[in-house]
């Protein structure tokens, strides 16, 4: 029998007629990602309401209205914690809620936590200063060429061919830039210079496993060889993927992904970001534990279409482990 799932999300189209900008929504979904959603959820059998955004689910919570689940892809629209928005109120009124905590998903969000955890659990990041004033951007004490971006951002909002600084002196221009539009600070890193790997994960304790491991290949139509907002918003044209298996390089990219999703404690689903430094050792970038779900576009379903994994099948994975997961906890 399915279940009665409410899906919570953040709609594009709405944001904007209400006046925001398309930086502000640049991770939101638009209405074809979110009714196709909801098509695949009720393919798969259950029964889907469209909530809408967390103060809409808010509301529908405080009146007394329960589900089997809440599917969550509402990224929030402002603050540090605002992907964590969603699962804390879930969390505050006992609702069984998709992907991660309200903790995991603020300490992920931003990056600089994020590294922290992973640093401390033994695992490989490149070193980081954050930047939030350009006083800041002068006193980084990291050597060679760099990377800049936003400190809790997502979908490389802010990330263009200007976040590689090739010259220490120009750090401060190009955190300058960025600082009016991303207040909550810039993170700023060594700029590793290897394959870039992206790691699927779904599952939880003893049953989580690798999607597949998909390497990011710049081409040279590609804008500069980084994730930018206009490489991955160009993918087509811009970037190539494929999948990496049967070389060592992608049984060392699982063990760590897992290894990192198991050090934030993610929860269903998650997507983990890998580089190469000069020596070819694979370092942690970030982690998406609230993975973008669109059809098309986003890296976990491109990924699960490589390795010959339906997008309902890929739907049907995360909520057989939140499902299995509350009734846990029940």
Not at 76 to 87: F, I, K, M, N, S
Not at 289 to 318: K, N, Q, T
Request: proline fraction near 5%; glycine fraction near 8%.
């Amino acid at each position: 029998m399915g279940l009665l799932i409410a899906l919570c999300y953040d709609s594009k189209e709405e944001y904007l007629a209400a006046g925001h900008t398309a930086l502000e929504v640049a991770e939101f979904d638009d209405e074809g990602v979110i009714a196709g959603l909801a098509d695949g959820l009720t393919r798969l059998g259950h029964r889907v309401e469209r909530v809408g955004r967390g103060r809409a689910l808010a509301a529908r919570l405080v009146a007394g209205d329960r589900w089997d689940l809440v599917f969550n892809v509402a990224e929030g629209l402002a603050g540090r914690a605002r992907e964590a928005q969603v699962p804390a109120l879930c969390e505050l009124f006992d609702q069984p809620c998709s992907f991660s905590d309200p903790v995991t998903c603020g300490v992920t969000l931003d990056k600089a936590l994020a590294k922290r955890v992973v640093r401390d659990a033994g695992l490989p990041t490149p070193d980081f200063a954050v930047v939030r004033s350009p006083a800041d951007a002068d006193a980084v004490r990291l050597d060679g060429e760099l990377f800049v971006k936003p400190l809790a951002e997502g979908s490389s909002k802010g990330v263009a061919a200007a976040s590689i600084v090739r010259e220490r002196a120009d750090l401060r221009a190009a955190c300058e830039r960025l600082l009016p539009d991303f207040p909550a600070g810039l993170i700023v890193e060594r700029l590793l210079p290897g394959r870039e790997v992206t790691v699927g994960i779904v599952g939880n304790g003893d049953r989580r496993r690798a999607v597949a491991v998909m390497e990011v290949v710049w081409t040279e139509r590609s804008e500069v060889e980084a994730y930018t907002q206009l490489n991955k918003d160009e993918y087509l044209e811009r970037m190539e993927y494929r999948l990496v298996a049967g070389e060592p390089l992608a049984d060392e990219a699982v063990q760590l992904a897992l290894a990192i999703a198991d050090a934030l404690e993610c929860r269903d689903a998650c997507r983990v970001d890998l580089r190469c430094d000069d020596a070819g050792r694979l370092q942690f970038l970030e982690v998406n534990p609230l993975p973008g779900l669109h059809p098309i576009r986003s890296d976990l379903p491109i990924m699960a279409g490589l390795a010959g994994i339906g997008y309902d099948e890929l739907l049907a994975s995360i909520v057989d482990a939140a499902a299995a997961r509350a009734r846990s906890h029940a």
